[in-house]
Structure formats: structure tokens, C-alpha cells
């Protein structure tokens, strides 16, 4: 039987936690390096769970892992742990089968954004209860945005009006996100994007500079920065 915490909850929120973290260097997968002596996926499995609204956590870990990931999560929080995938999108894929019959709402959260505020995961769950199908947390961006060709030569400059940057937890009305997982083709780099492809109409929500994703080096850096002054 699938652990659940709020058996009210109507939110199942999955975690792709699979990836090498290449971009961090090498050691351990990203989502199991330490932040402040903890695991990455440790603080984002935490922040999740201290979400009213969130029924059923399910972690995909990379596929070696899943026996310790259990363990590591079992003081944190009732979670299922998979084995993740070769891409992000094989690992949701994988995370969205084990979600049990009950939650309406499905959120996909990166293990990387692990500093990502309980807040954050209700207004996106409550966007979607609200009536959309699909909400996305997002940014302004604040950099000048150039255009370039292969030699690094700047084509033009971007209208950066209407842009946004996206970020994690992307919550979906349960059908909406099985549909666009079971006709997905190559890879994409958000779950919105799938639904995209479908026609589905996509709505933002604002996102909060706490759900950076720990990417580099400096990333990690500044969340450590964070934590260690209560910012
Ligand atoms: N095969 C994969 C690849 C990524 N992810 C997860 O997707 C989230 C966002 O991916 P990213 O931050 O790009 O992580 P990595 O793929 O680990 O980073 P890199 O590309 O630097 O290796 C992370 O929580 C990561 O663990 C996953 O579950 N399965
Ligand atoms: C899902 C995501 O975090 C939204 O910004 C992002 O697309 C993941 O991309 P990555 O290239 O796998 O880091």
C-alpha cells in the first residue's frame, strides 16, 4: 500500500531525484549531495510535506539508490521511492505510474529546487484546484536577452517582456498530465512543455527566488548562503 500523509489531501506531488548532477561536478547524485549536512532531496522532500493539500509524495531515485533513498526518507516523511530514468521525463513518467487512485492534482517537483517554500506548493495546487489544467510557477527575467549564431555572434536582442522563467513545483490536473506523458515523444525539458504539445492551455502563477534550482556550483553555494542566515 502507497504511504500517504494528509488522507484529505487531494495533491500527489512527484520528485524526479534520478539525475548525475553533471553541471555540479563529480560526486554523488545531485539530489543526494549535502546541503547545510543534509541531502538536496531531504530538504525538498521536507518543504513538500509540510504542504496541507499534499496527499502522496512519490520520489523516482536513481535506479542503484532506491533501497537507501527509503531509508533516508523514512524519518523525513511517508513517501514511495522508484527507480528514476535515463532522462528527467522518463523518471516523472515513472513517478506518475505509482501515483495510487484518490489525488485529482499532480504536482512534478525537481529535487533540485530543494529550498522550495510550502507556500509555493499550495498556490500552484490551488491555481489548478481553481479550475486550470495546467500552472507553472515563474520569474520575470531580469538579464538582456541577445540571440546568437553558432559563433557566438549576436543576432538581435529579445523582447524580454514576455518572457518568463519556469520553474518547479508545475502542477496538472491528473488526466491532463497522463495523457501528455502517455503520448510524449522526445524528451523535453518540463512536464508543461508535454502538455503544451496537446493544446493544453498553460497558466502562470509567480515563483519565488527560493526555488532556485541547484545547478552549478555557485547554486549550491548560495543555498547553503540562505539557509545559514535564515534569508
Ligand atoms: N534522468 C534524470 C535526470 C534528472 N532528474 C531530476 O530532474 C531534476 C531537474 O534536473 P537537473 O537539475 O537538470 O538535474 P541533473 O540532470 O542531475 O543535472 P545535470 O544535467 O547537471 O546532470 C533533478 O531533481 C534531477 O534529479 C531525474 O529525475 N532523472
Ligand atoms: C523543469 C525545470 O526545472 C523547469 O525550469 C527545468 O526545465 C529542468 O531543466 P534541466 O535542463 O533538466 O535542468
New binding site residues.
Given amino acids: 500500500m502507497t504511504a500517504q500523509l494528509n488522507p484529505r489531501g487531494d495533491v500527489a506531488v512527484l520528485v524526479?531525484?534520478?539525475?548525475?548532477?553533471?553541471?555540479?561536478g563529480p560526486g554523488a547524485?545531485?539530489?543526494l549531495r549535502p546541503l547545510a549536512g543534509e541531502p538536496l532531496l531531504v530538504h525538498a522532500v521536507r518543504r513538500i510535506a509540510a504542504a496541507p493539500s499534499v496527499r502522496v509524495i512519490v520520489v523516482?531515485a536513481p535506479a542503484a539508490d532506491v533501497g537507501s533513498v527509503r531509508e533516508l526518507l523514512a524519518p523525513v516523511a511517508p513517501v514511495t521511492v522508484v527507480p528514476?530514468?535515463?532522462?528527467?521525463q522518463?523518471?516523472v513518467a515513472a513517478a506518475l505510474a505509482a501515483v495510487p487512485p484518490g489525488p485529482e492534482i499532480v504536482l512534478v517537483h525537481?529535487?533540485?529546487r530543494a529550498l522550495t517554500p510550502p507556500t509555493l506548493v499550495e498556490s500552484v495546487a490551488a491555481a489548478v484546484r481553481s479550475g486550470h489544467d495546467a500552472v507553472i510557477p515563474v520569474l520575470p527575467v531580469v538579464d538582456t536577452i541577445k540571440e546568437v549564431d553558432a559563433g557566438e555572434r549576436v543576432l538581435g536582442t529579445v523582447d524580454r517582456s514576455a518572457l518568463r522563467a519556469v520553474q518547479t513545483p508545475q502542477g496538472f490536473r491528473r488526466p491532463v498530465l497522463a495523457a501528455a506523458h502517455a503520448s510524449a515523444g522526445d524528451p523535453l525539458t518540463d512536464d508543461a512543455g508535454l502538455v503544451e504539445k496537446q493544446g493544453v492551455p498553460v497558466f502562470c502563477v509567480p515563483g519565488s527566488e527560493h526555488a532556485l534550482?541547484i545547478?552549478r556550483p555557485f547554486d549550491l553555494a548560495l543555498a547553503e548562503h540562505l539557509l545559514a542566515t535564515g534569508a
Fill in positions: 524526479p531525484a534520478a539525475g548525475a548532477g553533471v553541471r555540479l547524485p545531485k539530489a523516482a528514476g530514468g535515463a532522462e528527467r522518463a523518471s525537481d529535487a533540485a534550482k545547478t
